[in-house]
T-cell receptor
Framework: GEDVEQSLFLSVREGDSSVINCTYT??????LYWYKQEPGAGLQLLTY?????DMKQDQRLTVLLNKKDKHLSLRIADTQTGDSAIYFC?????????????FGTGTRLKVLA | ETGVTQTPRHLVMGMTNKKSLKCEQH?????MYWYKQSAKKPLELMFV???????ENNSVPSRFSPECPNSSHLFLHLHTLQPEDSALYLC?????????????FGNGTRLTVT
């Protein structure tokens, strides 16, 4: 199937690290994305990783990719209350001659002060 | 300022009404999308336009009718909707429809069908 799976909720204390996990389905996916959605807003691209990489770091964000297990994770260091949002993992697949984004259900991150 | 602007932000309509959602992008992108976001469900792709031509229509009921008059504007015309159509409707754009063309989203229109 074309399911991208994420856990629905995660709570962490301010200053701790958050790790949001995702499993995807298409082993031929070449790009994998993380989007952030704040209340009342659309999705904002946070970062992405190319499939020939196993790690990408961007300031407080670290993306880890395990292609063998089709597992993607997003680590947020020193989590702040402003990081409270829904985080979506997405893969891009090639089907019937077109590229298509498949999004997960999103993980709602709550940061406790 | 996201570069993708959607109006209205909120819309309440009865089942017999006709309304339209509007999306405008100022990013010079060539592809535009409509997504439906319902609670606890993955984002559902509804329509894709590339260079003003519809390239994907994901089995969406005919009560939703898209229109793309140019590469900067996208509309979703709504007619005789059902309560289960209540959701957040997100517009997005991308430079192309291929790889390494991340989506840029608007803030959405929250639609309530009564």
């Amino acid at each position: 199937g074309e399911d991208v799976e994420q856990s629905l909720f995660l709570s962490v204390r301010e200053g701790d690290s958050s790790v949001i996990n995702c499993t995807y389905t298409d082993s031929s996916s070449t790009y994998l994305y993380w989007y952030k959605q704040e209340p009342g807003a659309g999705l904002q691209l946070l970062t992405y990783i190319f499939s020939n990489m196993d790690m990408k770091q961007d300031q407080r964000l670290t993306v880890l990719l395990n292609k063998k297990d089709k597992h993607l994770s997003l680590r947020i260091a020193d989590t702040q209350t402003g990081d409270s949002a829904i985080y979506f993992c997405a893969e891009i697949t090639y089907t019937s001659g077109t590229y298509k984004y498949i999004f997960g259900t999103g993980t709602r991150l709550k940061v406790l002060a | 300022e996201t570069g993708v602007t959607q109006t209205p932000r909120h819309l309440v309509m009865g089942m017999t009404n006709k309304k339209s959602l509007k999306c405008e992008q100022h990013l010079g992108h060539n592809a535009m999308y409509w997504y439906k976001q319902s609670a606890k469900k993955p984002l559902e792709l509804m329509f894709v336009y590339s260079l003003e031509e519809r390239v994907e229509n994901n089995s969406v009921p005919s009560r939703f009718s898209p229109e793309c008059p140019n590469s900067s504007h996208l509309f979703l015309h709504l007619h005789t909707l059902q309560p289960e159509d209540s959701a957040l409707y997100l517009c997005a754009s991308s430079l192309g429809t291929g790889l390494e063309s991340p989506l840029h989203f608007g803030n959405g229109t929250r639609l309530t069908v009564t």
